[in-house]
């Protein structure tokens, strides 16, 4: 079976502009969640998406946005980048909303 | 606040000695409980779990952890450490016991292991 999968691996991107992000869950799972990892901190919770719908979201501001498609697939979106958003996004897939999750490597972020 | 701390940002232990890693956190209720293990420009990798049951859970690796509700811990040990073991450790909890709520994370211990 495969893992999670994200795309790009690394992206530069200017302040103010918009990012996309891809990710595609593990084989068998509907529900992705994700991440934001600042360099030398854990992980920091973005939302979760099941059956295509956002069903948790943590404290991040309503320009981090995101879909989930009927693959299970997903998309995080992010608009006006500022500095402070450089950071590896991770996705991370799972069977059901009570799942364990199974991170992807990540998307390497940079904002200049 | 939920919050989870990993009071040591380094440690360093000599291959073939044994380690623990330590972890806390802020709540009452039992949560779900997680270590995961982080290779420089990796993703996550899940080494053990506990939800319920038996406070001393077996993962891969050779790692275990055990769970002790009263002093709102999930410790993480090895009896015996390998050069490739080095790497951050992330101890995560779901405050929410299988809710919407994400992986709450500590801000991770680094691993060095000495020849």
């Known amino acids: 079976e495969t893992g999670v999968t994200q795309s790009p691996t690394h992206l530069i991107k200017t302040r103010g502009q918009q990012v996309t992000l891809r990710c595609s869950s593990q084989s068998g799972h509907n529900t992705v969640s994700w991440y934001q990892q600042a360099l030398g901190q854990g992980p920091q919770f973005i939302f979760q998406?099941?059956?295509?719908?956002?069903?948790g979201r943590g404290n991040f501001p309503p320009r981090f946005s995101g879909l989930q498609f009927p693959n299970y697939s997903s998309e995080l979106n992010v608009n006006a980048l500022e500095l402070d958003d450089s950071a590896l996004y991770l996705c991370?897939?799972?069977?059901?909303?009570?799942?364990?999750?199974?991170f992807g490597s990540g998307t390497r972020l940079t904002v200049v | 606040a939920q919050s989870v701390t990993q009071p040591d940002i380094h440690i360093t232990v000599s291959e073939g000695a044994s380690l623990e890693l330590r972890c806390n956190y802020s709540?009452?209720?039992?949560?779900?409980l997680f270590w995961y293990v982080q290779s420089p420009g990796q993703g996550l990798q899940l080494l053990l779990k506990y939800f319920s049951g038996d406070t001393l859970v077996q993962g891969i690796k050779g790692f275990e952890a055990e769970f002790k509700r009263s002093q709102s811990s999930f410790n993480l040990r090895k009896p015996s450490v390998h050069w490739s073991d080095a790497a951050e450790y992330f101890c995560?909890?779901?405050?929410?016991?299988?809710?919407?709520?994400?992986?709450?994370f500590g801000k991770g211990t680094h691993l060095i292991i000495q020849p």
């Open positions: 998406y099941y059956r295509e719908e956002e069903n």
């Open positions: 995560a909890v779901d405050f929410s016991g299988g809710g919407a709520d994400g992986l709450t």
């Open positions: 991370a897939s799972s069977l059901g909303e009570q799942g364990t999750d199974t």
């Open positions: 709540y009452g209720a039992t949560p779900y």
